[in-house]
């Protein structure tokens, strides 16, 4: 059964950073894109980050500039390093991997919650 444990979220002013960690476990990570998602309350999930298993990054328009995706097959863990965080990434931020119909785990983690100040 694969797991998604997310971690590194918090507090931090406008302006600042913080960066993101997801481990995975229960599947063969490294042959998996992973993406980092985030719902804000009220709003449906959305995707604003993916790496695929080659390396190849995107970013959904809103954050591009701001935060880098990575990740680390021999640790099964992916990563997003956010800079210059604004108000509106305020959100519970999640880990999967993006698939064309959706998303390749069903089970989402519990996420980790990112509250920027202003």
């Known amino acids: 059964q694969v797991q998604l444990v997310e971690s590194g979220g918090g507090l931090v002013q406008s302006g600042g950073s913080l960066r993101l960690s997801c481990a995975v476990s229960g599947t063969i990570f490294s042959i998996y894109a992973m993406g980092w998602y985030r719902q804000a309350p009220g709003k449906q999930r959305e995707e604003v980050a993916r790496i695929t298993r080659g390396g190849t990054t995107n970013y959904t328009d809103s954050v591009k500039g701001r935060f880098t995706i990575s990740r680390d097959n021999r640790k099964r863990m992916v990563y997003l390093q956010m800079d210059s965080l604004k108000a509106e990434d305020t959100a519970v931020y999640y880990c999967?991997?993006?698939?064309?119909?959706?998303?390749?785990?069903?089970?989402w983690g519990q996420g980790t919650q990112v509250t920027v100040s202003s």
């Open positions: 999967n991997s993006p698939t064309v119909a959706g998303v390749a785990f069903a089970s």
